[in-house]
């Protein structure tokens, strides 16, 4: 195989060894065969650039001081995410959970990870071991002992684990010697915090493991503080961070310390040497945040290495505070080492170390929960989103957790959900914070961890595996649950896998629940699964005479003992097992039987009990011959609170204590009040008048609801279904709501259903929305099907008669059970603010101080209700004027003592004295406030307040919000009592919803009304008065309106006025019909036939219209619009501003709106904020159209008195974008759009010229010129204000008559070329600068230049010269012009261009030496035209040279002899393929052969065309020499081109030299290489594949080579499927045998070694015949140090191969032992071989060789006396001898040369003839 540096050329020569070089050690990036082999290259030019935006390629120079290792910023933060989880990776954790082997370690991100025991450390590892074989456990030191929860460690990533399920384990290990791998003795220094673990206890202290070899740390007795003051606390195994204090003996021998406040003190500097390689998480460093980004910050830290804090790692409260430039303190997260990714933490506990960390929330333990009505106000896309919970906290949703499993992501659709509901999933102490789930499919789980699950409960599982012991059972992902074996059915099954298969759904009960162990059993018992009986689930529950289910665990001679749920078991005695008496238990009973057992005694203190079977079937005869209850159904009742569920109460009916239900649906007719009185009642209270309902065998339901109370009373029901009759009106409640109707349930259990059409007068979609679960209803009964018992009921209001009083009642109890859950809460409140709030009343005044005022209301404080949250929203503080501190009173409108908040207002028609009432009289009421079946309203301006339902009917259905009681809302209300006690002196009021009063519907106003025609002249009444409009109540009751623009004449319209305001509410007016609108959508009807009717009439009061005797004709919008001119003004009205567009909408009549932006509304920058405030609505403004057309329908307008834009105005405009290249992209007014340019921003240009403004930012602009629609504009003040503004520094230059020669001016760069420097001069005029005006330092490259020189870059420039006719300015940047620095730094280290006398000398001095051989004289030949060329050209000195064609010279002489006055070591030796690079074949021709008008266009200046004249005048010879010359150098150049030893630099040259040999595998690898240099990994692909298509068929080893190639690049770059893929493609097109080794090869190499020996295997199965994959498994065994396998593989190849073979391949094996085994082993191998076959000379001969390399002197010289002994021919012999004889010449002495000599002789001799011969 050629050298790496053949195959994979790196640009640049071959190594010269007079150069000296800086070596770069490469990563194992490209040398596609030899994958581990680093190789020396040369630095490119330009790699020593200090290039700070190219992250790209890092170098890892581990020879660098320090061994720093920069590493890149990542490009968006992002949390870290478990697929970034890599072995080996360095991550702080705390300490979740502690058993007995294993440790759950809370990771950052919500990650957890598990300590095993065995990953603890050594000396801890080697105890275990030790206590195992001796089976003596005491000393031993359990992990409880060793970790607490909340510490926080160190660990590291020591194996990432697939669980069954496919989900990734984190396995992590906190042994120091993985923890502080990368530390060396020699690295450690003082003030370093370092991670141990107890070694060993001495006598003076304690050994500490810290991982570090041939280091001995010790921590002193005296160092340990009172935290830790007892030596003997620290055990062997422990965990601890200390501190060095002290290193010795060069890092041998450290002492520790672990004072907590010295280590929260200790920050990681440069000076311990800290490097990406050794950094430790849990460090604490200074850094600065570099970027700032919503997602995260990103950090500098140590001086150079980046890092980042994700947004879950910054402190919540000092979010705003972070800013670019900050220093922070910063703890160091986690520590990627493959991606050099660091994470830090600004967590204020992370940053204090010694700090134990809380493991559970402050708010409780509240994981598992599902939480509703949560915001999410921050989404990350790439991390999760951030949800704000109720109580605002806070929890963060993976985004995993945004979806479900299978679903496509949809971020922004779930960002805009205005609400969530999530269930909340884990704790992670490292944030301090929840993680929850948004996924319907974690939020509808019964239950989500095994604190869900309760005894008793019933479950539905799956069936996962069977085992001896049971039957495990998962209920979710995470929750499994075992079945034990007497459990799986009512008798013991001996083959259970007969009933259960794997996979099969099953509903168990579960027996008893461990949530702190994780344990669940459960039972497939029918008779437990279906017992009805009351369940024992805690010793409390099992009173004496209950009877339950059981199940016998253990029978002894004694009786048996029988277990029921949870722990609770009790003894059946002998005497009590059954009526007759039993001697021998076990053969009655068995383990497992499930029996009834009723409780005799029972001592829950002692969870001692005794149990009967015997006294149940006693018990069970009697039963069945008395009733069970001695009460009936309707009977009135007291009882106590047993237990609570959510689903409703259980209670003991007083004084017999007899179970009952009491639903929750059941506590009140007010569905809201239900859940009020759950909340507050609790176990142990007493609930009185209570009346059961239904009563059946298991259980007797009562309820609470005052209007069912009343029908059971009265008697209004039907007790069975014979008693029910057709039209007969019942009470009762919804049961059930389908999709066809609801089920309503009565006393007696009898159920009818009202379909659809008969549960509203009104037309519903969906039946759920009518009405709610549990909701009291009348019932009409309108069906009856006695066959199958069923009947129909009918709820509509029109339908049913409700009693006299009805609403009133109920609105009484209502609010009484409100004000009794009050009292309860207040009895309860130890604080007694529920005691004050439950004294207070609706309409009691306060005295408040103002606390805050928002724009959403206020809140206020009171010295009298101190805790408690006072507000008022925005209406109930309209009009006033608060502060704050500020001293009001206010009135009570509602008190929520649950929540301890109370709702006032200020308004002074409610604070005012209150009026008196009468009876019987109606006021107008207004709705103040809205509580669920509550509201509050006050009447009128009596300052009365009163309660009301908002249902008014007990059946009412409200389907709209419009039909919903709203605040603001009005009501006609008649007072049925002044002053009601029971509504603690609120009046009591009546109401109907839709009274006679109500609008007519449509249909109706068309019947009932004749409706208005055009043209009528109608009488009304001013209803209301609004700024657009004005409604007027006409004579027949229906309603008109009067448009704005019809109130007053157009020209007596002041403008400014509002038209409308001059019409007061209540005067007559007469108006005429000009149109009209449609009822339901108000939409505007056009005036179109004269002789339709309109249901609302669309009025005009303009004088002149109403007079009869005009012509009265109307005018379509179509025409109207038609009617307006561009440019014209018309008087128009405000009517809207839209704050999402930022436009206004005005009118100009009824029909027709425009619109007007926002850049055609403000003059002035000021308003640009708030434009609403300068118009308000029904203000009347002149406008002047901008367009007005009707297809598309497009009326818009202006109100700046500008309606285009002209060029030399001025005009506002609003940033949309930001180009360098092109300058600022704004929108103009009126559509338009324009640019300014880089060099118009300003008349002092500015280094950054676009720094000052952004997107959207509304600025002042110049109009210079339109081109082709586009709008060139300036932002120079001497522009926009010319009178105001001084001339700046940098004028505008408008034309090249501006310009004069040596004149000094300031541009802007536009590009860089290998013309030059181009800079923008002004708007329309660029100059250049050429390569050689541009620097004083010679460059090869533009490139050079454009890497300093970005776009933008403001440069200081003089003028050289100015072409008019062809517009060309060129400019010079050198220091000597400019008088400013060169615009390359020093620090390049670029040569200096050689100048006039110096390049001169230079030149000849190269002339001279070189002795003209005839390939000489070409090149020098060649050199006569360019230099002619030049000084046509006309350079004023002779310095004016283009760089590239010096550097040819240059080149010339560097290929004889360097020449140490013009090269520095950076520049030194450039290859030919620059040379060839910079040689363009257009530029090379025309250069070579010069043309007239080229000569004539180039000249610039007088003394340039004298020059250039005298040039012209040669001799014929002399052209034709000239010629000649130009034909040579074209020759050389195309030798050159032709030349093989040119590499190629770009993809063009390589292109080029496949087309002429498209077969070379070798430029194809070296194309694939130029590719793998520049980290362009998918080109490489592309070029093999183009390799593999393009090589012929029959050049199979050069295919060979490309498939290696491609196999070492997917093995590098690709992943495990992408090489599995070529390998497969290989073996299809190449012979597999090569293909295998060299994979194997590759394996080996990449250090792969599973894979390797692998594919080893399958070759020797595959390939048994082949000795050459035998040859090759066993250097590998033998690599690998395997001798014995390898041993082995040759028994298995000696069976294989054919016998003939065997010599070979021993002694094949036998040379390998040689090179990589035992040297014994190979010598005894060729031994027994040559015993064998001594004639086998080439076989001694390989022999002489091995020991020649790896024998001692005695044993060859052994080896040689044998061969020239043996009985093999003459020559064969002679052959031997001369080796002999070379050795000893080489190794041995004179006298040992002798013998051999002597050896010869004697041979000879003995030979005699034949050896002569």
Partial sequence: MASAEEDFPRGGTTKKPTESKIEVERTQVDNLFQPNEQTETKKRRGATKDDGKKFKKQKTDGKTEGGLTLNAAAKCVEILHIKNVKEGMLILGCVKEVTDFEVTVSLPCGLQGYLSIRNICDSYTKLLSEQLESADTEEICSLPHLFSPGMVIRCVVAKLDITKGGSLSIQLSVNPKLVNKSLTSSSLKAGMVLSGCVESVEDHGCIIDIGVSGTKAFLPKAVITARQSKLEELKVGQYVTSLINEVKNSGRVVYLSVNPSTIAQACAETKHGWNLTNLLPGLLVKATIKKVTKHGLLLDFLSS?????????????????????????????????????????????????????DTTSAGGDRVGEVVKECKM?????????????PDKSLAFVHRNHLKEPNEPANVNRVFATPEHTCRIMDFSPMEQLYFASVRKSMIEKPFYRYHDLQAGQFVEGTVSVLLSQGMVVHLS????????????????????????????KIRCRVLSVDAENKKLYLTRKKALVESSLPLFLSYTDARPGRVSHGYIVCIKDFGCIVRFYNTVRGLVPLN??????????????????????????????????????????????????????????????????????????????????????????????????????????????????????NKSKQNITLTKK???????????????????????????????????????????????LAPKSAMTDKFINDTTTAFQLGQTVFAKVTNLDEEKQRFLVNLKISEVISPEGDAQTRLINGLQERRAVNEMLAVRDSSGLRQQLAALSVGQKLKLTVDSVKDSGATFKSDDLVGASVLADKYHIMG???????????????????????????????VAKKKSLTEGSKYSAMVQYIDKDFAIISLDDTAQLAAIQTRSHLNEVILSESEKLRGGKTLEVEVVEPSCEELQGLPLVSWERGAPRRQRTTSENLTNSRGHRFGEILQGKVRTVKPTCIQVTLEDGSTGSVHVSEVAEAAEVQLGSFPTSSVKVGSMVTARVIGGREASSHRFLPFSHPKFTYTIPELTLIQSKLDKSGDFKQVAAKDRMKSYKVGEDVTCFVSKFNSDRKSLEITTDPGVTGTVELLAMISDLKDASHPEKLYKLGQAVRAKVVDASIKPHRFVLSLTGVHKLEKGGTTLGIVTNIQPQVGLQVKLPFGGVGAVSVADLADAYRPNPFEMYNKDQLLRFYLLDNEKGKWQLSLRPSRLNPLQTKPGKDPEVLSLDKLEVGQIIRGYVKSVGEQGVFIRLSRTITGRAQLQQSTKYFVNNHKVLSEH???????????????????????????EDTRKPDVLPESLGLPLRLIGEEKKKHDMKKNKKRTLSEGDQKRAESEIPKKKKKERKGAKNDGNDSGVEVYFREEEEHEEKPDPATVTSSSAGPSRLQVSAGFSWDVGLSSLKPSPAAQEGDSSDGEDLDKSTKAQKKSRYELEQEKKAAEKALVQREAELMDPSLQPQDAAAFERLLLASPNSSLLWLQYMAHHLQATQIEQARAVAERALKTISFREEQEKLNV??????????????????????????????????????????????????????????????????????????????????DATALLQRALKSLPAKESVDVIAKFAQLEFRYGDVEKGRNMFDKVLTSYPKRTDLWSVFIDLMVKHGSQKEVRALFDRVIHLSVSVKKIKFFFKRYLEYEKKHGTPQSIQAVKEKAMEFVEAKGTEAAN
């Avoid at 090489?1619 to 590759?1642: S, T, W």
């Fill in 305 to 357: 290495f980046s890092s980042q804090v994700d947004f879950l790692h910054m402190e919540p409260d000092q979010t705003s505070s972070y800013t670019e430039r900050l220093e922070v303190r910063a703890c160091v997260l986690y520590v990627e080492p493959s991606a050099r990714l660091v994470g830090l933490s600004l967590r204020s506990y992370l940053v204090q170390p010694g700090t134990v960390i």
């Fill in 377 to 389: 106000y921050a989404m990350h896309h790439m991390s999760g989103a951030m949800l704000e919970l």
């Fill in 477 to 504: 992902d995470h929750i499994k649950g075992l079945v034990p074996r007497t459990h799986l059915s009512d008798i013991v099954l001996k083959n259970p896998e007969k009933k259960y298969i794997e996979g099969m």
């Fill in 576 to 693: 009590e097992l059954s009526s007759e008496p039993i001697i021998s238990p076990e053969e009655v009973f068995y383990v497992g039987q499930v029996l009834k057992a009723k409780v005799l005694q029972c001592n829950p203190e002692k969870e001692k009990m005794v149990l009967s079977f015997k006294a149940v079937t006693a018990g069970e005869a009697e039963e069945s011959g008395k009733p069970q209850v001695d009460f009936e159904v309707g009977k009135k009742l007291e009882a106590k609170v047993v237990k609570k569920a959510v689903s409703g109460l259980e209670v003991a009916i007083l004084p017999d204590e007899i179970r009952a239900v009491l639903p929750t649906m059941h506590l009140s007719d007010h569905v809201s009040n239900c859940s009020l009185l759950w909340e507050s009642l609790q176990e142990g209270d007493v609930i009185s008048k209570l009346i059961c309902f």
């Fill in 706 to 752: 005052p209007t069912v109370r009343w029908s059971l009373e009265e008697g209004l029901v039907a007790k069975d279904f014979s008693e029910i009759t057709v039209g007969m009106q019942l009470i009762g409640w919804i049961k059930n709501i389908m999709s066809y109707g609801v089920f309503v349930e009565f006393p007696y259990g009898l159920v009818g």
């Fill in 880 to 910: 006033v004027n608060l502060t704050a501190g500020q001293k009001v009173t206010a009135v009570i409108l509602h008190v929520d003592t649950l929540s301890t908040c109370v709702h006032v207002s200020i308004l002074s028609k409610l």
């Fill in 1349 to 1375: 020189l970005p776009p933008n870059m403001l440069l200081t420039t003089k003028i050289l010269s100015i072409d008019k006719e062809e517009e060309f300015v060129n400019l010079s940047l050198l220091p």
């Fill in 1603 to 1684: 498939w290696v190639a491609l196999l070492n690049l997917e093995n590098m770059y690709g992943t495990e499927e992408s090489l599995k893929k070529v390998f497969e493609r290989a073996l299809q097109f190449c012979e597999p045998m090569p293909v295998y080794q060299q994979l194997a090869d590759i394996y080996a190499k990449s250090n792969k070694i599973k894979e390797a020996e692998g594919l080893y295997k399958t070759m020797v199965k595959r390939f048994r015949q082949n000795k050459a994959a035998w040859f090759g498994y066993g250097t590998f065994l033998l690599q690998q140090g395997q001798s014995d």
